[in-house]
């Protein structure tokens, strides 16, 4: 089977930095993917991760570790508009996903 | 492009009652699968499928039925709804294995 771990709820201070983890269990293993959703909306793409390292796009970067079954997303110059909860996903020959992580931002 | 369409966006249903979510998706796609969320519960995988004529089951696939007669369309069918069914689902579609899915708006579900 596959299961993901993440926090439920992270807080920061806009204008700092925020990691939000994600530790996995799965029989095959594809890739580590993160994705944003805002409150009544549907879920967006951020980043994906098939090797091992750092994966930068603008003020979002994704690490990866593929031997440790651990991952991170990482957000800097954290703006109100990245209140939203943020999922991790794995994907064999299904896409799964964490529990998601609610990030509360406080100005 | 449209991306990935879902029908209705809002649905209520009394118990014991069967409908169809619909998914449909102009990128042409090869993944797609269906997720219910319900609170604190994140996106469970209900149905999926890797290609035209082909289904497997996710995480929690009882209660439904799903068909992929062709590459754009995977509808979602509940056979008899139950309150236990209520939540709100996504349809998503992936063109490879990167796990890059784009998800449909969402329908949201209430059964009583």
């Known amino acids: 089977g596959q299961s993901l771990e993440q926090p439920s709820e992270v807080t920061a201070v806009e204008g700092a930095i925020v990691q939000i983890n994600c530790t996995y269990q799965?029989?095959?293993?594809?890739?580590l993917s993160w994705y944003q959703q805002h409150d009544g909306g549907a879920p967006t793409f951020l980043s994906y991760?098939?090797?091992?390292g750092l994966e930068e796009t603008g003020r979002f970067s994704s690490f990866l570790s593929r031997s440790d079954s651990y991952g991170y997303l990482l957000l800097q110059e954290l703006q109100m508009k990245d209140s939203a909860s943020y999922f991790c996903?794995?994907?064999?020959?299904?896409?799964?996903f964490g529990k998601g992580t609610r990030l509360h931002i406080l100005p | 492009n449209a991306g990935v369409t879902q029908t209705p966006k809002f649905q209520v249903l009394k118990t014991g009652q069967s409908m169809t979510l619909q998914c449909a998706q102009d990128?042409?796609?090869?993944?797609m699968s269906w997720y219910r969320q319900d609170p604190g519960m994140g996106l469970r995988l209900i149905h999926y499928?890797?290609?035209?004529?082909?289904?497997d089951q996710g995480e929690v696939p009882n209660g439904y039925n799903v068909s992929r007669s062709t590459t754009e369309d995977f509808p979602l069918r509940l056979l008899s709804a139950a309150p236990s069914q209520t939540s709100v689902y996504f349809c998503?579609?992936?063109?490879?294995?990167?796990?890059?899915?784009?998800f449909g708006s969402g329908t949201q579900l209430s059964v009583l």
């Open positions: 996903a794995v994907r064999d020959d299904k896409i799964i």
């Open positions: 998503a579609s992936s063109f490879d294995s990167l796990g890059k899915l784009f």
């Open positions: 799965t029989s095959g293993f594809y890739g």
């Open positions: 990128m042409n796609h090869e993944y």
């Open positions: 991760n098939a090797l091992d």
């Open positions: 499928s890797v290609g035209a004529g082909i289904t």
